[in-house]
């Protein structure tokens, strides 16, 4: 899975309705990699981690909890493409999702369902970029 294919599926698995947590947006991300091969729900996990990590930055995540910045950054990958390189290009414009407390928890255990649904066993994850909060060091140089 490339980028351009990551950002196509959260496209097409985005409710046309608001979804405060992510919850449906969640299911049929799952729905969708569970009927495809492992090779893309690898990808998509390393993708989404890639994501989350490339927002772990001080001028985002200044004040928050780590569950908190978590959970929000997750929030900004939901809203799609568009929205995540608005918010990198300017980070001013994470601020309505940090100060509403927005959130799109469910978004994070989308791999681990999946591959759950798929083999019976859950997945210790391990992808290329830890998307947990506080770990991209360069964002955080001067924290």
Not at 61 to 77: I, K, P
Request: hydrophobic share 35%; glycine share 6%.
């Amino acid at each position: 899975m490339n980028e351009d294919v990551f950002w196509q599926l959260i496209e097409e698995c985005r409710p046309s309705t608001p979804d405060p947590e992510g919850d449906r947006l969640a299911a049929a991300l799952t729905a969708r990699l569970v009927n495809g091969p492992m090779s893309e729900l690898i990808g998509f996990a390393e993708h989404l981690s890639w994501a989350l990590y490339r927002l772990d930055r001080k001028e985002y995540g200044e004040g928050l909890s780590g569950d908190a910045f978590l959970y929000t950054r997750a929030a900004v990958v939901a809203a799609g493409r568009e929205e995540y390189e608005n918010v990198l290009r300017y980070p001013d414009q994470f601020v309505p999702y940090a100060s509403d407390l927005v959130c799109a928890e469910a978004l994070l255990y989308v791999p681990d369902k999946a591959y759950e649904h798929i083999t019976g066993e859950e997945w210790d994850r391990s992808t290329r970029y830890s998307y947990e909060s506080y770990s991209n060091t360069a964002g955080w140089a001067d924290a």
